[in-house]
């Protein structure tokens, strides 16, 4: 099995992405969002508040798709 290590030399896993490799909150928002809706770095940076959230407030069930084009 082949596994990556970290600069500290531990096998890397998710969890030690998120806790040592991403920072900022920034960072593991983004890494958040790319990784649980599939989308590219540069369409989770081009989200707007409208494609998160109604109107009302309320998060929204799914995101606006607006950056795609099929």
């Known amino acids: 099995m082949n596994q990556r290590a970290t600069a500290a ?20 928002t983004l890494f958040g969002v790319c990784l649980y809706t599939a989308c590219r770095i540069a369409e989770a940076c081009s989200l707007m508040v409208k494609d998160i959230y109604t109107n009302s407030g309320a998060v929204r069930s799914t995101i606006n798709e607006r950056f795609r084009q099929h």
């Open 9 to 28: 030399g531990k096998p890397a896993t998710s969890q030690t992405t998120l806790s040592e490799g991403l920072q900022s909150d920034r960072d593991r």
